[in-house]
Nanobody
Framework: QVQLVESGGGLVQAGGSLRLSCAAS????????MGWFRQAPGKEREFVAA????????YYADSVKGRFTISRDSAKNTVYLQMNSLRVDDTAVYYC????????????????WGQGTQVTVSS
């Protein structure tokens, strides 16, 4: 079992920045590919970014490429999502997830999920 707890969400103006954190506990954290997803009201959950457990390869949705950066600190069992140049359409609940397929953008490839953290970007 892996338990995930997100933090760092909040209200920010367009153009601003936030850093989300996802603290993991349970089984060997460093083995798992990790991902960030988001879900806006009335929309399906969508992929944002992912990071491999071993090679630290990273993957991004086209909509966030160049603005968001995913990273992990295995010593702290934590994954981060640095979000810069935020836009109003980045507003969503952001979820951290631990998966089984490296670099996957599909929800079904992630077995463990956090409770989510709200990010609201105002114009």
């Amino acid at each position: 079992q892996v338990q995930l707890v997100e933090s760092g969400g909040g209200l920010v103006q367009a153009g601003g920045s936030l850093r989300l954190s996802c603290a993991a506990s349970g089984r060997t954290f460093s083995m798992y590919p990790m991902g960030w997803f988001r879900q806006a009201p009335g929309k399906e959950r969508e992929f944002v970014a992912a990071i491999n457990g071993r090679t630290i390869s990273t993957y991004y949705a086209d909509s966030v490429k160049g603005r968001f950066t995913i990273s992990r600190d295995s010593a702290k069992n934590t994954v981060y999502l640095q979000m810069n140049s935020l836009r109003v359409d980045d507003t969503a609940v952001y979820y951290c997830a631990a998966g089984v397929v490296i670099g996957s953008k599909e929800v079904r490839h992630y077995n463990y999920w956090g409770q989510g953290t709200q990010v609201t970007v105002s114009s």
